[in-house]
Each structure stands twice: as C-alpha cells, then as structure tokens.
C-alpha cells in the first residue's frame, strides 16, 4: 500500500528566502511521485513530476524537487519565495494508474 | 491546453436530494477518477474509472454513490440521498494511458463545491 507524509502542516517565509516543503512517502514498488498546488479556491495544478528519469525535478515557477530513495523523501524547494507562492501544496504518491495517494498537505504562507 | 471541466462550480441541496456531478475529462484520457475535499481536512479518493468500470474505489464509496460515463465525453458521479457530511469540494480527473505509468499525470478540474443542507 502507498502513503504520503508531509511533515508541515504550515511554513512561513519572507519573499525572497528559500522554501522547503517536506514529504515522505511509503511505497510496495517505484512510485510515481508529484506535487501539487492549490492556491485559495482554485482547483489543483501540477508543479512537477517524478518520473525515474532523473532524482532532481524541475516544476514551474522555479519550484524543484529531489527524489531520495534512500530516505523515502520527495522535498519541495524553490530558492526565493515570491508571494503568489502563497497557497496549499501536495505531495502525491501513485503505484500504477488505479489511485493517487495525497498527502494532508502544507501551506505556504509568504509574508513581505 | 487542454483541460477537465467540471459543472457546476457549486451547488446547494437539500439532505436526503440526490445530486449529479459533471466532469468532462481530456479528450485522449482513459483513466477518470473522483476525489473530494471536506473544508480543511485532505483530499481523498473515492474511485477510479477505467474500460467502463469501477477500476478501484475507496471505502467512502459507499451504495450512495455511482459513476457512469454516458456517452464519450463526460463522465459523472451521482449521489443519491445527500447527507451532511457530504459537504465537500469534488475533483474530477483524467489520466492518459503510456507505455509507462510513472511517466503519467493526472490531471485535475477545478472542482464543484457541494453544500448539503
């Protein structure tokens, strides 16, 4: 069975230093891995993907993440929050095509 | 780009009413599923979809709920005597099949807000 932990329910930031948004997750055989973004009352979009190609994703809006199979981790970074970084991010863990598996999710608070 | 539609944005019913939730998945995709967010909790799965049958659903999908994809664009999710609990915002996604699944997104509608009251 797959599983999600993100470990931050909240993180706050200045604009303008780095982000990191924490997730590890459980899973019986190479799991597709992704985050998602969610900002307030919009619907869900794809930051970026883990696919085996390669351990450190490249996402949109600068966002990156690095697969450590060793440590079961998936992190979340982005070098200098901007504000309309400000929103809920997933992380997303799927074994197959059956099911995605999402984490509770952390938000991203940015303050000026 | 393409996307999934889902109408309504939001709807207001009566307990006990029975609902429809419409998606409209991309075009290419063969894989649906549906998803729901009750106000501050995590987004849970409630089925996937594939082939013209359940694929794998979730122990909230329960005899209330059913799927069906009538015709070969929309795929949809009734609810058949709403309670309260079912408050919650639906997601609607599509997936496109490949030769290799990790290599694969899915790909979410803005969602419809269900207020039972």
């Known amino acids: 069975a797959q599983s999600v932990t993100q470990l931050d329910s909240h993180v706050s930031v200045s604009e303008g230093t780095p982000v990191l948004l924490r997730c590890n997750y459980s899973?019986?055989?190479?799991?597709?891995l992704f985050w998602y973004v969610q900002h307030p009352n919009k619907g869900l979009q794809l930051l970026l993907k883990?696919?085996?190609?390669?351990?450190l994703v490249k996402g949109i809006n600068g966002f990156e993440a690095e697969f450590k199979k060793s440590e079961t981790s998936f992190h979340l970074t982005k070098p200098s929050a901007h504000m309309s970084d400000a929103a809920e991010y997933f992380c997303?863990?799927?074994?197959?095509?059956?099911?995605?598996?999402f984490g509770k999710g952390t938000m991203l608070l940015v303050s000026p | 780009e393409p996307e999934v539609t889902q109408t309504p944005s939001h709807q207001v019913t009566q307990m006990g009413q029975e609902v429809i939730l419409r998606c409209v998945p991309i075009s290419n995709h063969l894989y649906f599923y549906w998803y729901r967010q009750i106000l501050g909790q995590k987004v849970e799965f409630l089925v996937s979809f594939y082939n013209n049958e359940i694929s794998e659903k979730s122990e909230i999908f329960d005899d209330q709920f059913s799927v069906e994809r009538p015709d070969g664009s929309n795929f949809t999710l009734k609810i058949r005597s709403t309670k309260l609990e079912d408050s919650a915002m639906y997601f609607c996604a599509s997936r496109a099949i490949r030769d290799d699944p990790l290599n694969t997104e899915a790909f979410f509608g803005q969602g419809t807000r269900l207020t039972v009251v």
């Open positions: 899973s019986s055989y190479s799991p597709s």
């Open positions: 997303v863990v799927s074994e197959g095509y059956s099911t995605l598996t």
């Open positions: 883990y696919t085996s190609a390669a351990t």
